[in-house]
């Protein structure tokens, strides 16, 4: 495989980089009386620079606008580094993945087509493809195969890449479709009733809106929660995203921002958090409250 050209950037990235491990592997060679020191200086820098960029985190997020700017810098390739090497970024699954086909859509695009992730699981991953993907085609053929050989040559440790259907698919059982809920009053203050708690599936994404609000509702074993349908990153709802149901981590569907769904903390960038809204049941109904 060609090794890919670096823009000046990228360039100066990967020569830092590079420069940094060739100081950090002379320094490791040296005789422990030399080395200890070294080493310690190192680690109390970083510690110092992790303290100022995580109050800078902060400070960014406090403000809508700064929370803007900050999910911009993280797609910087030299800030990303930056945040992952001091354990401020945690770089998912699903980020790895939406790289990978970001890599491929240019080509993709090209040809009429188009590819986006809908949800991962360690092993597996599943795609939806447009335009002169989705078909029986030679062409669509060749397009679908294009994003497998990507993903299995980037992320050997994936087994299976597997194409979600474009048309609507059967509910899953004790799935109650959200089109047969009717418009459901406020109660008690801007509290509204819902669903059944019966019709929540565990590790099963349930939206709800109601008078222009997106609800998303969480059950994770017996526990079930609520929050605003929308990711910390861009805003974009989550009821797509996958659910582990071991660890009871809510991966978003567009660009694999993970989320503990008992919480609502961000598992990808620190500090962020889902908006929960208080839930209770009503007359055996869930009851969540919208509005003050």
């Known amino acids: 495989m060609a090794t890919p050209t670096l823009t000046p950037a990228s360039s100066d990235l990967e020569r830092l980089a590079q420069q940094v491990d060739r100081?950090?592997?002379?320094?490791?060679?040296?005789?422990?009386?030399v080395q200890a020191p070294a080493l310690a200086l190192k680690d109390a820098i970083e510690a110092f620079h992790k303290l100022g960029l995580t109050r800078i985190i902060q400070r960014l997020k406090d403000n809508p606008h700064g929370k803007e700017i900050l999910?911009?810098?993280?797609?910087?390739?030299s800030i990303h580094a930056l945040f992952t090497m001091h354990g401020l970024v945690?770089?998912?699954?699903?980020?790895?993945?939406?790289r990978v086909l970001d890599m491929v859509r240019p080509y993709m695009q090209s040809h009429g087509g188009d590819v986006e992730l809908v949800r991962a699981t360690p092993d597996t991953v599943y795609v939806r493809l447009s335009g002169s993907c989705n078909g029986c085609s030679m062409s669509a053929v060749t397009l679908r195969n294009t994003v497998e050989e990507a993903i299995h040559e980037h992320l050997p440790q994936i087994r299976a890449v597997e194409v979600v259907p474009n048309e609507p698919e059967p509910s899953p059982a004790g799935f109650v479709p959200l089109d047969s809920l009717s418009s459901a009053p406020y109660v008690d203050h801007g509290w509204a009733i819902g669903p059944a708690p019966s019709s929540i599936i565990h590790a099963v994404p349930f939206r709800w809106d109601i008078d222009g609000t997106s609800?998303?509702?969480l059950r994770f074993h017996e526990k079930l929660q609520a929050f605003r349908n929308e990711c910390a990153h861009l805003g974009m709802p989550l009821d797509g995203g996958s659910?582990?149901?071991?660890?009871?981590?809510?991966?978003c569907p567009w660009h694999g921002f993970r989320y503990d769904c008992a919480s609502g903390e961000c598992l990808t960038v620190p500090e962020a958090q889902l908006e929960g809204l208080p839930l209770r049941i009503e007359k055996g109904r869930i009851a969540v409250r919208v509005a003050s």
């Not at 100081?23 to 009386?33: G, K």
């Not at 999910?71 to 390739?77: Q, S």
């Not at 659910?243 to 991966?251: A, I, N, Q």
């Open 71 to 77: 999910f911009e810098l993280i797609d910087e390739p």
């Open 23 to 33: 100081t950090l592997e002379d320094v490791r060679s040296r005789p422990q009386e």
């Open 90 to 98: 945690r770089e998912d699954l699903g980020t790895r993945i939406t």
């Open 243 to 251: 659910v582990d149901p071991d660890t009871g981590v809510l991966t």
């Open 215 to 217: 609800i998303l509702v």
